[in-house]
């Protein structure tokens, strides 16, 4: 005889909701196994003296619950090809919801030569339905506490999280909320749905989640669907339906003539001013301005989804892959013990990618991958940089200073002697000498000059502030005046 599992569910715990099928199954067997005998229906057996025996030593045995799980199913297979009956297991509720052991069950029974049986049973969805009072068909998803996350989350699903078995796990079921729900948002805690003189619903705020006592084996946590702006204007779905629906034919008339060109420099605008956001470490801004951003980007890739070659998801995959890719090190086999480690890491990934897309990296200039239209500053930075990995570079700081000392005579020379164009040159080849110094003292040329730009700004500002005081304007004024003015504005920076 083939050994053979009877998996039965017993429902979410009164007995009423016990099938008939399952019932007649656990008056036939001959070995019943049981997850827990922590359950509401173990009464029912030792009324009607059905003998069984628990996997709950198991819980005591092993630290997570992904490891008692395995235990389980490993026993059952055991004593299944050791028996010459079926061993009929029960688990709570029904045995294809949150039931894990059921799932490893049926991935191993099958090469191992045990035939399972999985029969149906009311799970706790049925009385949270009923109990609860909502309709799933009008949005619904279920989740497990211990594997929730903030990505999971939809407001406009109703949500039930099943598996919150204790205060520490309604903990961590509370702060993964609060990153989508404001901490007043309300939630309900049912405990022990349809189980008479035991059941519990209680509606809370969401900061108050784990301060409520009664946690076990039979509760859920529950948050109504919700339709308010503020939860739906918190997603990325609400933003793609903004976007596409200010580019439809309803939508506003600026919007829809925009073209990738019309708009190309607002991509660039927005993004200096993130930048600046950012070099003045100003939180509020910085906010603001990653969302212009971002705008920028939705309508790119809606312009592109409008005719049908990508939308924002592709970009979001192709980004996705492109991290998982380019970080072996996180995500692979690799290591790395250092950034300089993880930089290398990164450049590998970058040539075997274009490696893959028929590119050979042999056969490309050192100084390609460079976009054309970077400010100046910035890209001879890139240039300077290229180069120097294959030893086209100094090996100290003082023959850059001296290629500086040069370049300045030359411009002397120029502005001396030379043409307007002359000049021009040679006041070109003293910047790009000098970009070349800021690699040598690990300084990022465009970061140093906005330093000063602000510091221009700021001491230039203290003058103009000093003359409203006075009551005067700049030709009211010296140069004389103003250089007092500005060592005194550099004290005070």
Same mark, same amino acid.
């Given at each position: 005889?083939?050994?053979?599992?009877?998996?039965?569910?017993?429902?979410?715990?009164?007995?009423?909701?016990?099938?008939?099928?399952?019932?007649?199954?656990?008056?036939?067997?001959?070995?019943?196994?049981?997850?827990?005998?922590?359950?509401?229906?173990?009464?029912?057996?030792?009324?009607?003296?059905?003998?069984?025996?628990?996997?709950?030593?198991?819980?005591?045995?092993?630290?997570?619950?992904?490891?008692?799980?395995?235990?389980?199913?490993?026993?059952?297979?055991?004593?299944?090809?050791?028996?010459?009956?079926?061993?009929?297991?029960?688990?709570?509720?029904?045995?294809?919801?949150?039931?894990?052991?059921?799932?490893?069950?049926?991935?191993?029974?099958?090469?191992?030569?045990?035939?399972?049986?999985?029969?149906?049973?009311?799970?706790?969805?049925?009385?949270?339905?009923?109990?609860?009072?909502?309709?799933?068909?009008?949005?619904?998803?279920?989740?497990?506490?211990?594997?929730?996350?903030?990505?999971?989350?939809?407001?406009?699903?109703?949500?039930?999280?099943?598996? $919150?078995?204790?205060?520490?796990?309604?903990? !961590? &079921?509370? #702060?993964?909320? =609060?990153?989508?729900?404001?901490? @007043?948002?309300? %939630?309900?805690?049912?405990?022990?749905?349809?189980?008479?003189?035991?059941?519990?619903?209680?509606?809370?705020?969401?900061?108050?989640?784990?301060?409520?006592?009664?946690?076990?084996?039979?509760?859920?946590?529950?948050?109504?669907?919700?339709?308010?702006?503020?939860?739906?204007?918190?997603?990325?779905?609400?933003?793609?339906?903004?976007?596409?629906?200010?580019?439809?034919?309803?939508?506003?008339?600026?919007?829809?003539?925009?073209?990738?060109?019309?708009?190309?420099?607002?991509?660039?605008?927005?993004?200096?001013?993130?930048?600046?956001?950012?070099?003045?470490?100003?939180? $509020?801004?910085?906010?603001?301005?990653?969302? !212009? &951003?971002? #705008?920028?980007? =939705?309508?790119?890739?809606?312009? @592109?989804?409008? %005719?049908?070659?990508?939308?924002?998801?592709?970009?979001?995959?192709?980004?996705?892959?492109?991290?998982?890719?380019?970080?072996?090190?996180?995500?692979?086999?690799?290591?790395?013990?250092?950034?300089?480690?993880?930089?290398?890491?990164?450049?590998?990934?970058?040539?075997?990618?274009?490696?893959?897309?028929?590119?050979?990296?042999?056969?490309?200039?050192?100084?390609?991958?460079?976009?054309?239209?970077?400010?100046?500053?910035?890209?001879?930075?890139?240039?300077?940089?290229?180069?120097?990995?294959?030893?086209?570079?100094?090996?100290?700081?003082?023959?850059?200073?001296?290629?500086?000392?040069?370049?300045?005579?030359?411009?002397?020379?120029?502005?001396?002697?030379?043409?307007?164009?002359?000049?021009?040159?040679?006041?070109?080849?003293?910047?790009?000498?000098?970009?070349?110094?800021?690699?040598?003292?690990?300084?990022?040329?465009?970061?140093?000059?906005?330093?000063?730009?602000?510091?221009?700004?700021?001491?230039?500002?203290?003058?103009?502030?000093?003359?409203?005081?006075?009551?005067?304007?700049?030709?009211?004024?010296?140069?004389?005046?103003?250089?007092?003015?500005?060592?005194?504005?550099?004290?005070?920076?």
């Amino acid at each position: 005889m083939q050994p053979a599992i009877i998996v039965v569910g017993l429902g979410s715990g009164d007995a009423d909701q016990l099938t008939l099928g399952v019932w007649r199954t656990l008056q036939e067997a001959q070995l019943i196994r049981v997850r827990t005998d922590q359950h509401p229906m173990m009464r029912l057996f030792t009324e009607h003296g059905l003998a069984y025996q628990s996997y709950d030593e198991l819980y005591e045995q092993f630290d997570a619950f992904p490891e008692v799980y395995e235990a389980i199913a490993e026993r059952l297979l055991t004593e299944a090809q050791a028996s010459g009956q079926p061993v009929v297991y029960a688990v709570p509720g029904h045995p294809m919801v949150a039931e894990r052991t059921v799932q490893i069950l049926r991935e191993r029974a099958p090469q191992e030569g045990v035939k399972l049986t999985v029969k149906g049973g009311e799970s706790f969805l049925d009385q949270a339905f009923v109990r609860l009072g909502f309709d799933p068909i009008e949005g619904f998803q279920l989740l497990d506490a211990g594997e929730l996350t903030a990505g999971l989350l939809r407001p406009q699903l109703h949500t039930v999280i099943g598996q $919150v078995y204790d205060e520490y796990t309604a903990s !961590d &079921v509370k #702060l993964t909320l =609060m990153e989508r729900y404001p901490d @007043e948002h309300p %939630v309900v805690i049912g405990h022990a749905l349809g189980v008479a003189g035991e059941e519990q619903i209680l509606t809370v705020p969401l900061y108050e989640l784990d301060r409520t006592p009664g946690f076990g084996n039979l509760s859920l946590v529950w948050i109504p669907r919700a339709q308010e702006e503020q939860l739906r204007n918190r997603s990325f779905e609400r933003l793609h339906e903004i976007v596409a629906i200010l580019r439809s034919p309803e939508g506003c008339p600026w919007d829809r003539e925009q073209t990738h060109q019309s708009i190309r420099k607002n991509f660039i605008e927005e993004t200096y001013e993130a930048i600046e956001a950012l070099d003045n470490d100003d939180p $509020v801004h910085m906010r603001e301005e990653f969302g !212009d &951003v971002l #705008l920028q980007i =939705m309508l790119h890739s809606q312009m @592109e989804e409008e %005719v049908g070659t990508f939308s924002v998801y592709d970009v979001i995959e192709s980004l996705n892959e492109k991290l998982l890719f380019r970080h072996p090190h996180v995500f692979g086999d690799l290591g790395a013990e250092n950034a300089q480690q993880a930089l290398e890491s990164w450049e590998q990934m970058k040539a075997e990618e274009k490696r893959r897309k028929g590119i050979d990296p042999e056969q490309q200039s050192v100084l390609d991958g460079i976009p054309p239209d970077l400010p100046a500053l910035m890209k001879a930075y890139k240039l300077q940089k290229k180069a120097s990995k294959v030893g086209f570079d100094w090996d100290t700081l003082g023959p850059v200073l001296d290629k500086i000392e040069e370049e300045l005579g030359e411009l002397r020379a120029a502005i001396a002697e030379g043409t307007a164009d002359e000049q021009a040159a040679e006041l070109g080849d003293l910047l790009f000498a000098t970009v070349n110094a800021s690699r040598f003292i690990d300084a990022d040329p465009e970061e140093s000059l906005a330093r000063t730009n602000r510091k221009f700004l700021q001491r230039f500002r203290y003058i103009e502030e000093k003359l409203r005081i006075a009551g005067r304007t700049f030709d009211q004024t010296d140069l004389t005046e103003m250089d007092r003015w500005w060592e005194e504005a550099k004290q005070h920076s």
